[in-house]
Protein backbone atom coordinates (compact mmCIF):
# COMPACT_ATOMS: atom_id res chain seq x y z
CA UNK A 1 0.00 0.00 0.00
CA UNK A 2 2.90 2.18 -0.42
CA UNK A 3 2.99 5.32 -3.11
CA UNK A 4 3.90 4.19 -6.34
CA UNK A 5 3.86 5.21 -10.26
CA UNK A 6 0.40 6.39 -10.99
CA UNK A 7 -2.01 3.88 -12.86
CA UNK A 8 -3.76 4.97 -16.34
CA UNK A 9 -6.94 5.11 -14.00
CA UNK A 10 -9.80 7.32 -15.82
CA UNK A 11 -13.08 8.71 -14.58
CA UNK A 12 -15.91 7.47 -16.63
CA UNK A 13 -19.54 8.47 -16.67
CA UNK A 14 -18.43 12.66 -16.38
CA UNK A 15 -19.11 15.02 -19.12
CA UNK A 16 -16.18 17.02 -19.82
CA UNK A 17 -17.93 20.17 -20.65
CA UNK A 18 -19.80 19.93 -17.01
CA UNK A 19 -19.23 21.82 -14.00
CA UNK A 20 -18.35 18.96 -12.23
CA UNK A 21 -15.75 17.63 -14.28
CA UNK A 22 -14.16 21.36 -14.15
CA UNK A 23 -13.91 21.43 -10.87
CA UNK A 24 -12.72 17.77 -10.70
CA UNK A 25 -9.75 18.88 -13.22
CA UNK A 26 -8.90 22.30 -11.50
CA UNK A 27 -8.76 19.78 -8.36
CA UNK A 28 -6.27 17.54 -9.98
CA UNK A 29 -3.84 20.29 -10.83
CA UNK A 30 -4.43 21.41 -7.00
CA UNK A 31 -3.72 18.43 -5.01
CA UNK A 32 -2.66 20.40 -1.73
CA UNK A 33 -6.11 21.69 -1.84
CA UNK A 34 -7.47 18.46 -2.44
CA UNK A 35 -5.55 16.99 0.61
CA UNK A 36 -7.54 20.29 2.54
CA UNK A 37 -11.02 18.86 1.69
CA UNK A 38 -10.09 15.63 3.14
CA UNK A 39 -8.57 16.70 6.40
CA UNK A 40 -10.02 18.22 8.16
CA UNK A 41 -13.04 17.36 6.41
CA UNK A 42 -13.47 13.97 7.00
CA UNK A 43 -11.90 13.45 11.00
CA UNK A 44 -13.74 16.94 12.10
CA UNK A 45 -16.32 17.91 10.31
CA UNK A 46 -17.86 15.18 8.96
CA UNK A 47 -18.44 13.97 13.22
CA UNK A 48 -19.20 17.03 14.28
CA UNK A 49 -15.92 17.79 16.50
CA UNK A 50 -15.75 20.98 14.57
CA UNK A 51 -19.85 21.88 13.59
CA UNK A 52 -20.23 23.43 9.95
CA UNK A 53 -22.86 24.88 11.14
CA UNK A 54 -21.34 27.50 13.22
CA UNK A 55 -20.48 28.95 9.21
CA UNK A 56 -24.14 30.29 9.78
CA UNK A 57 -24.11 30.93 13.78
CA UNK A 58 -20.80 31.92 14.48
CA UNK A 59 -18.85 32.50 11.51
CA UNK A 60 -16.11 34.30 12.96
CA UNK A 61 -15.60 31.13 15.16
CA UNK A 62 -16.20 29.00 12.79
CA UNK A 63 -12.99 30.47 9.88
CA UNK A 64 -10.91 30.47 13.44
CA UNK A 65 -11.35 26.94 14.30
CA UNK A 66 -11.44 26.56 10.28
CA UNK A 67 -7.39 28.14 10.22
CA UNK A 68 -6.49 25.83 13.08
CA UNK A 69 -8.22 22.55 11.46
CA UNK A 70 -5.86 23.30 8.35
CA UNK A 71 -3.12 24.40 9.68
CA UNK A 72 -2.98 21.11 11.97
CA UNK A 73 -4.35 18.69 9.83
CA UNK A 74 -3.62 19.52 6.55
CA UNK A 75 0.03 20.81 7.08
CA UNK A 76 0.32 17.26 9.56
CA UNK A 77 -1.05 15.28 6.39
CA UNK A 78 1.96 16.89 4.04
CA UNK A 79 4.16 16.76 5.47
CA UNK A 80 4.24 13.01 6.57
CA UNK A 81 3.21 12.57 2.23
CA UNK A 82 6.84 14.38 1.88
CA UNK A 83 8.52 12.09 4.70
CA UNK A 84 7.05 8.60 3.23
CA UNK A 85 8.10 9.75 -0.29
CA UNK A 86 11.77 11.21 0.68
CA UNK A 87 12.70 8.86 2.81
CA UNK A 88 11.10 6.02 0.43
CA UNK A 89 9.15 4.15 3.77
CA UNK A 90 5.95 2.14 3.54
CA UNK A 91 2.60 2.67 5.62
CA UNK A 92 4.54 1.01 9.06
CA UNK A 93 6.47 5.00 9.46
CA UNK A 94 3.65 6.64 8.09
CA UNK A 95 1.35 4.79 11.73
CA UNK A 96 4.44 6.22 13.88
CA UNK A 97 4.61 9.39 12.20
CA UNK A 98 0.51 9.73 12.66
CA UNK A 99 1.14 8.99 16.06
CA UNK A 100 3.58 11.48 16.43
CA UNK A 101 0.90 13.73 14.84
CA UNK A 102 -2.12 12.47 17.33
CA UNK A 103 0.32 13.60 20.29
CA UNK A 104 1.05 16.86 18.64
CA UNK A 105 -2.72 17.74 18.47
CA UNK A 106 -4.42 15.83 21.62
CA UNK A 107 -1.28 16.63 23.50
CA UNK A 108 0.08 20.01 22.84
CA UNK A 109 -2.88 21.04 21.37
CA UNK A 110 -6.06 20.52 22.64
CA UNK A 111 -4.80 18.62 26.06
CA UNK A 112 -7.12 15.70 25.86
CA UNK A 113 -4.72 13.31 26.62
CA UNK A 114 -4.08 15.10 30.01
CA UNK A 115 -6.91 17.30 30.72
CA UNK A 116 -9.68 15.36 32.88
CA UNK A 117 -11.66 18.22 33.11
CA UNK A 118 -12.26 19.06 28.99
CA UNK A 119 -15.45 17.88 27.94
CA UNK A 120 -14.56 15.98 24.66
CA UNK A 121 -13.53 12.86 26.57
CA UNK A 122 -16.76 12.67 29.22
CA UNK A 123 -15.92 10.28 31.89
CA UNK A 124 -12.87 8.74 29.99
CA UNK A 125 -10.88 11.87 30.77
CA UNK A 126 -10.64 10.74 34.99
CA UNK A 127 -10.73 7.02 34.14
CA UNK A 128 -7.80 5.70 33.42
CA UNK A 129 -6.01 8.38 34.80
CA UNK A 130 -2.38 7.79 35.78
CA UNK A 131 0.61 9.90 35.95
CA UNK A 132 -1.31 13.12 34.46
CA UNK A 133 -2.09 10.54 31.38
CA UNK A 134 -5.63 10.33 30.32
CA UNK A 135 -4.50 6.29 29.09
CA UNK A 136 -7.82 4.91 28.08
CA UNK A 137 -9.02 7.61 25.67
CA UNK A 138 -5.28 8.32 24.86
CA UNK A 139 -5.49 4.52 22.88
CA UNK A 140 -8.24 5.55 21.36
CA UNK A 141 -7.96 8.88 20.18
CA UNK A 142 -4.34 8.29 18.95
CA UNK A 143 -5.51 5.22 16.81
CA UNK A 144 -8.40 7.65 15.20
CA UNK A 145 -5.77 10.06 14.37
CA UNK A 146 -3.45 7.32 12.70
CA UNK A 147 -6.53 6.34 10.62
CA UNK A 148 -8.78 9.08 10.06
CA UNK A 149 -6.45 12.09 10.57
CA UNK A 150 -3.61 10.94 7.77
CA UNK A 151 -3.84 7.03 6.46
CA UNK A 152 -7.62 7.82 5.01
CA UNK A 153 -6.78 11.12 3.59
CA UNK A 154 -3.20 10.16 2.14
CA UNK A 155 -4.69 6.91 0.48
CA UNK A 156 -8.01 8.53 -0.64
CA UNK A 157 -5.69 11.19 -2.32
CA UNK A 158 -3.72 8.58 -4.26
CA UNK A 159 -6.79 6.92 -5.37
CA UNK A 160 -8.59 9.81 -6.20
CA UNK A 161 -5.67 11.64 -7.77
CA UNK A 162 -3.66 8.64 -9.32
CA UNK A 163 -0.70 11.11 -11.00
CA UNK A 164 0.52 12.54 -7.86
CA UNK A 165 1.47 9.23 -6.76
CA UNK A 166 5.25 9.16 -5.73
CA UNK A 167 5.62 12.76 -6.68
CA UNK A 168 6.58 15.40 -3.84
CA UNK A 169 3.88 18.59 -3.37
CA UNK A 170 5.88 20.27 -1.54
CA UNK A 171 9.79 22.18 -1.87
CA UNK A 172 11.79 23.13 1.00
CA UNK A 173 9.93 26.40 1.18
CA UNK A 174 6.57 24.34 1.28
CA UNK A 175 8.02 21.92 4.11
CA UNK A 176 9.19 24.84 5.87
CA UNK A 177 5.66 26.67 5.68
CA UNK A 178 4.06 23.44 6.48
CA UNK A 179 6.18 23.44 10.01
CA UNK A 180 5.13 27.01 10.63
CA UNK A 181 1.60 25.91 9.96
CA UNK A 182 1.46 22.87 11.96
CA UNK A 183 3.45 24.58 14.84
CA UNK A 184 1.69 27.78 14.78
CA UNK A 185 -1.51 26.53 14.95
CA UNK A 186 -0.71 23.68 17.54
CA UNK A 187 0.20 26.76 19.68
CA UNK A 188 -2.71 29.08 18.86
CA UNK A 189 -5.07 26.06 20.04
CA UNK A 190 -2.95 25.32 23.52
CA UNK A 191 -3.31 29.21 24.16
CA UNK A 192 -7.06 29.06 23.26
CA UNK A 193 -7.79 25.19 25.70
CA UNK A 194 -5.64 27.66 28.34
CA UNK A 195 -7.75 30.32 27.96
CA UNK A 196 -11.12 28.40 28.34
CA UNK A 197 -10.14 25.51 31.20
CA UNK A 198 -7.13 27.53 32.61
CA UNK A 199 -5.19 24.49 32.06
CA UNK A 200 -1.38 23.60 31.55
CA UNK A 201 0.05 20.29 31.88
CA UNK A 202 2.93 21.16 33.29
CA UNK A 203 6.95 20.97 32.24
CA UNK A 204 7.35 17.31 32.66
CA UNK A 205 4.35 16.48 30.58
CA UNK A 206 5.18 18.91 27.79
CA UNK A 207 8.83 18.06 27.66
CA UNK A 208 7.56 14.42 27.56
CA UNK A 209 5.46 14.69 25.13
CA UNK A 210 8.26 16.13 22.59
CA UNK A 211 10.49 13.43 23.59
CA UNK A 212 7.81 10.57 22.57
CA UNK A 213 7.22 13.13 19.26
CA UNK A 214 10.70 13.07 18.35
CA UNK A 215 11.34 9.39 19.54
CA UNK A 216 8.63 8.25 17.01
CA UNK A 217 10.18 10.26 13.96
CA UNK A 218 13.41 8.87 14.14
CA UNK A 219 11.97 5.50 14.83
CA UNK A 220 9.61 5.79 11.10
CA UNK A 221 12.94 7.56 9.91
CA UNK A 222 14.92 3.99 10.70
CA UNK A 223 12.25 1.47 9.86
CA UNK A 224 12.58 -0.70 7.19
CA UNK A 225 10.89 0.41 4.27
CA UNK A 226 8.84 -3.00 3.71
CA UNK A 227 7.70 -3.08 7.36
CA UNK A 228 4.07 -4.03 7.71
CA UNK A 229 3.86 -4.53 4.19
CA UNK A 230 1.18 -6.76 2.99
CA UNK A 231 1.47 -10.69 2.59
CA UNK A 232 0.06 -11.66 0.22
CA UNK A 233 0.84 -10.82 -3.40
CA UNK A 234 -2.78 -10.71 -4.55
CA UNK A 235 -5.62 -9.79 -2.97
CA UNK A 236 -7.56 -12.75 -0.63
CA UNK A 237 -10.46 -10.54 1.16
CA UNK A 238 -13.61 -9.72 -0.30
CA UNK A 239 -15.33 -6.19 -0.11
CA UNK A 240 -18.05 -6.71 2.05
CA UNK A 241 -15.67 -7.77 4.76
CA UNK A 242 -13.38 -4.68 4.30
CA UNK A 243 -16.37 -2.11 4.31
CA UNK A 244 -17.78 -4.10 7.65
CA UNK A 245 -14.05 -3.76 9.16
CA UNK A 246 -13.90 -0.24 8.28
CA UNK A 247 -17.63 0.63 9.45
CA UNK A 248 -17.56 -1.21 13.07
CA UNK A 249 -14.24 -0.44 13.97
CA UNK A 250 -14.77 2.25 15.98
CA UNK A 251 -18.63 1.62 17.16
CA UNK A 252 -16.74 -1.00 18.94
CA UNK A 253 -13.86 1.12 20.18
CA UNK A 254 -17.02 2.82 21.63
CA UNK A 255 -18.65 0.14 23.07
CA UNK A 256 -15.49 -1.07 24.87
CA UNK A 257 -14.46 2.25 26.53
CA UNK A 258 -18.06 2.68 27.45
CA UNK A 259 -19.22 -0.87 28.62
CA UNK A 260 -15.58 -2.31 30.06
CA UNK A 261 -14.71 0.39 32.56
CA UNK A 262 -17.84 -0.57 34.49
CA UNK A 263 -15.95 -4.12 35.60
CA UNK A 264 -12.49 -3.31 34.44
CA UNK A 265 -9.30 -1.59 35.84
CA UNK A 266 -8.09 1.09 32.98
CA UNK A 267 -5.37 -1.09 32.01
CA UNK A 268 -7.30 -4.40 31.45
CA UNK A 269 -9.54 -1.39 29.29
CA UNK A 270 -6.36 -0.08 27.08
CA UNK A 271 -4.88 -4.05 26.55
CA UNK A 272 -8.24 -4.80 25.07
CA UNK A 273 -8.40 -1.67 22.74
CA UNK A 274 -4.72 -2.32 21.39
CA UNK A 275 -5.32 -6.02 20.96
CA UNK A 276 -8.57 -4.61 19.41
CA UNK A 277 -6.22 -2.57 16.42
CA UNK A 278 -3.63 -5.15 15.78
CA UNK A 279 -6.01 -8.01 15.31
CA UNK A 280 -7.75 -5.67 12.35
CA UNK A 281 -5.03 -4.04 11.50
CA UNK A 282 -3.05 -7.60 11.20
CA UNK A 283 -6.11 -8.83 9.33
CA UNK A 284 -5.99 -6.35 6.86
CA UNK A 285 -2.18 -7.11 6.05
CA UNK A 286 -2.95 -10.19 5.41
CA UNK A 287 -5.43 -9.83 3.40
CA UNK A 288 -5.24 -7.09 0.99
CA UNK A 289 -2.21 -8.00 -1.22
CA UNK A 290 0.18 -6.28 -2.48
CA UNK A 291 -1.52 -5.38 -6.37
CA UNK A 292 -4.86 -5.16 -7.87
CA UNK A 293 -6.10 -4.22 -4.19
CA UNK A 294 -7.76 -0.75 -4.81
CA UNK A 295 -11.32 -2.12 -5.01
CA UNK A 296 -10.98 -3.48 -1.25
CA UNK A 297 -9.19 -0.20 0.07
CA UNK A 298 -11.95 1.58 -1.44
CA UNK A 299 -14.43 -0.72 0.48
CA UNK A 300 -12.17 -0.39 3.72
CA UNK A 301 -12.42 3.82 2.91
CA UNK A 302 -16.00 3.80 2.22
CA UNK A 303 -16.91 1.71 5.70
CA UNK A 304 -14.82 4.07 7.79
CA UNK A 305 -16.28 7.07 6.24
CA UNK A 306 -19.72 5.77 5.98
CA UNK A 307 -19.38 5.30 10.14
CA UNK A 308 -17.92 9.03 10.41
CA UNK A 309 -21.08 10.31 8.34
CA UNK A 310 -23.76 8.21 10.72
CA UNK A 311 -22.12 9.15 13.32
CA UNK A 312 -22.22 13.18 12.68
CA UNK A 313 -25.64 12.46 11.93
CA UNK A 314 -27.04 11.05 15.42
CA UNK A 315 -24.82 13.78 17.11
CA UNK A 316 -27.16 16.27 14.95
CA UNK A 317 -30.53 15.06 15.40
CA UNK A 318 -33.17 16.42 14.79
CA UNK A 319 -31.50 19.13 13.06
CA UNK A 320 -29.07 16.76 10.78
CA UNK A 321 -27.09 19.76 9.68
CA UNK A 322 -24.09 17.07 8.59
CA UNK A 323 -26.14 15.77 5.70
CA UNK A 324 -24.93 18.08 2.82
CA UNK A 325 -21.15 16.75 3.52
CA UNK A 326 -22.90 13.23 3.76
CA UNK A 327 -24.00 13.26 0.24
CA UNK A 328 -20.33 15.33 -1.10
CA UNK A 329 -18.67 11.97 0.80
CA UNK A 330 -21.28 9.69 -0.53
CA UNK A 331 -20.86 11.03 -4.33
CA UNK A 332 -16.82 10.92 -3.37
CA UNK A 333 -16.74 7.40 -2.67
CA UNK A 334 -19.58 6.27 -5.95
CA UNK A 335 -16.64 7.34 -8.51
CA UNK A 336 -13.94 6.34 -6.40
CA UNK A 337 -15.96 2.73 -6.71
CA UNK A 338 -16.52 3.73 -10.54
CA UNK A 339 -12.84 4.05 -11.33
CA UNK A 340 -11.57 1.31 -8.98
CA UNK A 341 -14.38 -1.55 -9.30
CA UNK A 342 -14.54 -4.81 -7.67
CA UNK A 343 -13.32 -8.11 -9.90
CA UNK A 344 -16.79 -9.04 -10.44
CA UNK A 345 -18.02 -5.65 -12.53
CA UNK A 346 -14.61 -5.33 -14.25
CA UNK A 347 -16.23 -8.48 -16.15
CA UNK A 348 -19.08 -6.27 -17.31
CA UNK A 349 -16.90 -3.59 -19.00
CA UNK A 350 -14.24 -1.49 -19.52
CA UNK A 351 -12.48 -0.90 -16.24
CA UNK A 352 -9.45 1.17 -14.98
CA UNK A 353 -5.74 -0.12 -14.70
CA UNK A 354 -5.28 -1.44 -11.39
CA UNK A 355 -2.01 -0.99 -9.38
CA UNK A 356 -1.35 -1.26 -6.06
CA UNK A 357 -2.52 1.59 -3.76
Known amino acids: MGEGTPGTAT ?6 SS ?45 F ?10 GGA ?25 ITEEGLGDNTLFNSSN ?32 GIPLIALRLALPE ?53 VLAARRLPSGAWTPLPLH ?17 AVFAFEDILPAFAPAIVVVAVLLVLFGVLFE ?11 EYLVVDLIAGFVLWQCVFGVLLTLPIPYTLPLVALAVVFLLRLRRRYPTPHDQKRGPVAHARAV
Open 19 to 63: AVARFLRWLRAHPILCLALLTPGIPEYLSTSSAVIRLFTDPTFFF
Open 235 to 251: AAGRPWQFALIGFACFP
Open 11 to 16: LRGVPG
Open 283 to 293: WVRRHVGQVGN
Open 119 to 150: GRDGTLGSFGHFAGVNWVWAAGVLAFHVIYSI
Open 65 to 74: QLAINVGQYT
Open 78 to 102: LLIREAMIRWRKGWGSVVLLALAYG
Open 164 to 216: TAGRSLLGRRGIAAAFASLIGATGVETAFVYAEFAFWMGTALFVGCLVVITAL
